[in-house]
């Protein structure tokens, strides 16, 4: 599988050096990263919308302290891995307090590195998302449910938007509800079936997802998919 890692870090220095040791590790244990950089928390909170699966976060960035920075995010996705890079050792402790999976101190060694990595694969591994599969017109195709933005039945087929496109099968919304059962997924209105992570606005009788597209929610649906986001966004 393709594991998605994201370095938020403002020395291009410092950057270079952890994308070098991600795509060395790569290499080693035979495994694939899709990596993306940041130089500074707004454009990477910007473009954040639950789409990584492990964070390496420096602690001192311009305009917003890293730690700020992951308590904004948790609001978001709750099971990211983060772990805090930071030549300031006396700030790791308080990374537990926005449930941070590891830290490493500055100056990064590529041994130690590799140790933290290891864990941190690990820990996704046993905890990582469920994955369900489809029937296309003339295949099968597996989707992450991480990535399903929403699920829509349009004229007796279920659309999957995700983020690599939209992908569709025959069949009925209930048939989706059941797929996706034990992940965090709500229904709006009797034709969409919403992944909450990507819920980013609420309004009166619409949602907006990551993206921004709109939503209608409907009257009778309101009050259970109302409940069933403040219930996310607890960590219930």
């Given at each position: 599988m393709n594991y998605r890692v994201c370095v938020v870090e403002d020395n291009k220095e410092h950057s270079d050096r952890l994308v070098s040791f991600i795509r060395k590790y790569g290499q080693e244990r035979g495994k694939e990263f899709n990596v993306s950089v940041y130089g500074d928390a707004l454009s990477f909170l910007d473009e954040f919308y639950g789409n990584f699966d492990i964070i390496f976060m420096d602690i001192e960035l311009p305009f917003r302290n890293g730690m700020d920075v992951v308590k904004q995010i948790r609001e978001k996705d709750k099971k990211v891995i983060v772990i805090f890079v930071t030549n300031m050792a006396q700030y790791a402790v308080k990374g537990y307090e926005v449930d941070a999976f590891d830290f490493i101190v500055k100056p990064v060694f590529y041994s130690a590195f590799a140790i933290k990595l290891d864990r941190a694969i690990e820990r996704f591994e046993t905890t990582r998302d469920k994955e369900i599969w489809i029937?296309?017109?003339?295949?099968?195709?597996?989707?992450?449910?991480?990535?399903?933005?929403?699920?829509?039945?349009?004229?007796?087929?279920?659309?999957y938007h995700t983020l690599g496109?939209?992908?569709?099968t025959y069949g009925q919304l209930k048939d989706a509800v059941v797929q996706l059962g034990d992940a965090p997924f709500a229904l709006c209105n009797r034709c969409f079936l919403v992944n909450l992570q990507y819920v980013t606005a609420i309004e009166e009788f619409s949602l907006t997802i990551?993206?921004?597209?709109?939503?209608?929610?409907?009257?009778?649906?309101?009050?259970?998919?109302l409940k069933s986001l403040n219930e996310y966004l607890g960590g219930k």
């Open positions: 029937n296309e017109r003339n295949n099968k195709r597996r989707l992450r449910t991480s990535e399903i933005k929403y699920a829509e039945v349009l004229h007796h087929n279920v659309v496109g939209d992908y569709t990551a993206g921004g597209e709109k939503l209608q929610i409907s009257r009778n649906k309101k009050k259970s998919f």
